[in-house]
């Protein structure tokens, strides 16, 4: 049964015209458990940037370094996770034990202190993430009738990012009771991990990919996976993601910039989750009726903007703002839209393995963006860095939208 916005249940290809559709409550579930996950890694994402340069005093170089690790150590498993998801149809242990490790490293980070021990920290942390990304989005595109799958990522990507807002917020309240509270902050962010964990393993339905026993299942096929049109897919999002650099990068050179004191950085993290909280499901509604593909490929003209915006030297408030709202847009129209693609391009038994290419290619080319701009930076200094990233990234919009925008375009033989 289905507990809000529909009409059809889960596993439908479609829905009457006129007729809302629900989202069902693995969607719900699955979305609670990333909220209260998100306050956890969240708390700790904002303070991370100023905690590795300002404490640990770590230059430009080595933090690009860490937060491209930060970016893409989750590919070296994402792939492994999908196809673990679809070859034992159990997608919600596969999804536990990634939960389950990236809350054991949350305890970690209470006793590293050098670069080598939070780089390791950090690696595992992202690997956690890599292996419950795709078995986890898998479980929200079986639910889901195809043509609103838009609007069930962004229902999921809308309660994951209330907790987005709540960690930084909640990190900010302790530093600013607590000075250099960073270790407050970690406690704090470890029982916020074992909730969302305890949830995950109480309450979310062991939901099979595939239904029925194992030897009725359709067999797994890599060269499922390699259908031309994802794999089209997965060459315009590499492309798009290689110009795309770490948030902390952004909010770095807005402080650099001025008009705000670092007490106040980690709110910069709140801001961006509050636009994205605010874009998501129209957005995601916007994607189910004019093509997520589109939506997808134009949504990188925002984070051309925003690299602008954070470029210009310029003090106060709105110029801050600005780049904040820019980027959660940017965000919203991106981050679960990449999902729906894929899921809607990959055949029913590679689901989550198609998910997890889609996520890999982003998460390794971000890794090499963030580690290069970080290079970039240190070289011709923020402001140049960006405006030469933006720069780049808008040829690479307009050519991609002109060249993979046919991926709306329904497939011979599949809704």
Not at 48 to 76: E, I, K, R, W
């Amino acid at each position: 049964m289905y507990i809000s916005i529909g009409d059809r249940p889960p596993g439908a290809r479609g829905a009457a015209p006129g007729r809302r559709v629900k989202v069902a409550p693995v969607v719900v579930s699955l979305g609670l458990v990333s909220l209260l996950t998100d306050i956890s890694s969240e708390s700790v994402a904002a303070i991370l940037p100023l905690y590795l340069t300002t404490v640990l005093g770590l230059s430009p170089v080595a933090y690009g370094f860490l937060d491209g690790l930060y970016q893409g150590a989750s590919a070296l498993v994402r792939i492994a996770s999908g196809w673990a998801a679809d070859r034992g149809g159990h997608p919600k242990w596969v999804a536990f034990l990634g939960y389950g490790l990236s809350a054991v490293t949350k305890l970690g980070l209470l006793v590293a202190s050098g670069f080598a021990a939070v780089t390791a920290v950090v690696a595992v942390d992202r690997v956690g993430k890599g292996i419950r990304t795709a078995p986890r989005d898998a479980m929200i595109a079986a639910s889901t009738p195809p043509s609103h799958l838009g609007r069930a990522f962004a229902v999921h990507r809308t309660l994951d990012t209330v907790g987005a807002v709540m960690g930084p917020f909640i990190a900010f309240a302790i530093l600013w009771a607590v000075p250099d509270g960073y270790t407050t902050v970690m406690i704090v962010s470890f029982a916020f991990a074992l909730v969302g964990l305890a949830l995950l393993g109480l309450l979310v339905p062991d939901e099979r990919l595939q239904p029925g026993p194992a030897a009725e299942r359709a067999p797994f096929r890599w060269r499922e996976v390699c259908d031309p049109r994802l794999t089209k897919l997965l060459l315009a999002a590499g492309g798009l993601g290689l110009l795309t650099v770490g948030d902390g990068f952004i909010y770095l050179a807005l402080l650099d910039r001025g008009g705000f004191a670092a007490t106040w950085f980690a709110l910069l993290y709140v801001g961006t989750n509050l636009a994205y909280l605010a874009f998501a499901v129209p957005l995601g509604r916007l994607a189910d009726r004019v093509g997520r593909a589109r939506v997808l490929i134009a949504g990188h003209g925002a984070l051309v903007l925003t690299y602008a915006c954070a470029a210009l030297p310029l003090g106060g408030v709105v110029v801050v703002i600005v780049p904040l709202l820019l980027l959660g847009a940017f965000y919203a129209a991106t981050d679960g839209v990449l999902a729906a693609v894929a899921g809607r391009l990959a055949a029913p038994e590679v689901r989550a393995s198609g998910i997890a290419c889609a996520q890999t290619v982003v998460a390794v080319v971000r890794l090499v963006a963030s580690t290069g701009f970080g290079v970039l930076w240190f070289t011709i200094g923020p402001q140049r860095a960006l405006l030469t990233v933006a720069a780049l990234l808008l040829v690479v919009v307009v050519a991609t939208y002109a060249w993979a925008k046919d991926l709306d375009e329904p497939e011979p033989g599949r809704a």
